[in-house]
T-cell receptor, first 116, second 114 residues
């Protein structure tokens, strides 16, 4: 496989459930990101990992818990979510540093999450 | 707070016309600028990036950057119905080997009418 792969594509979960989103990149990138995209809002940066170390947590509630076991895999563990957490969750990867080889992000196809 | 502003649209242009999409940013330290296209229900895909003042052309697309005015635009020549999508402007606030985080605007929805 090539690019950035996210699973599942769609997820419906109750507020008491625990689930995980998975992201895998096959581009040799060093950085991986979780973004949240809600209707009428800009893409919101949630977490950043650079060489599997978390470098940014953008004031995300603790009911979202990221995990990055290596530079190619990224997870987002979900528990006791609220209906307002329903959104498209996007994973992305990049070179991780701005230099002449930096070409922005490559996004995965996203997970459409609905919390009921 | 560092911000990226776009007119949400919708911007409607006839097929074959030039579509002009605009973006302003608040941080004068911004160094690199990206345009992503997002079709409904899909993830964003990179179409253009620009680092230096002036114009950069790639096929039917031209990105224009004016750092003094903190303004970046995207022109789409000979617009096609398949160009109908939301266009996201993104700005990299870091420079010189540091983290490559992007800040996104809300996006401009473009509709190209046949």
């Amino acid at each position: 496989e090539t690019g950035v792969t996210q699973t599942p594509r769609h997820l419906v979960m109750g507020m008491t459930n625990k689930k995980s989103l998975k992201c895998e990149q096959h581009l040799g990138h060093n950085a991986m990101y979780w973004y949240k995209q809600s209707a009428k809002k800009p893409l919101e940066l949630m977490f950043v990992y650079n060489f599997k170390e978390q470098t940014e947590n953008n004031s995300v509630p603790s009911r979202f818990s990221p995990e990055c076991p290596n530079s190619s895999h990224l997870f987002l563990h979900l528990h006791t979510l609220q209906p307002e957490d329903s959104a498209l969750y996007l994973c992305a990867s990049s070179q991780g540093a701005w230099d002449e080889d930096y070409y922005g992000y490559t996004f995965g196809s996203g997970t459409r999450l609905t919390v009921v | 707070q560092k911000e990226v502003e776009q007119n949400s649209g919708p911007l409607s242009v006839p097929e074959g016309a030039i579509a002009s999409l605009n973006c302003t940013y608040s941080d004068r330290g911004s160094q690199s600028f990206f345009w992503y296209r997002q079709y409904s229900g899909k993830s964003p895909e990179l179409i253009m990036f620009i680092y230096s003042n002036g114009d950069k052309e790639d096929g039917r697309f031209t990105a224009q950057l004016n750092k003094a005015s903190q303004y970046v635009s995207l022109l789409i020549r000979d617009s096609q119905p398949s160009d109908s999508a939301t266009y996201l402007c993104a700005v990299n606030l870091d420079y010189g080997g540091s983290q490559g985080n992007l800040i996104f605007g809300k996006g401009t929805k473009l509709s190209v009418k046949p």
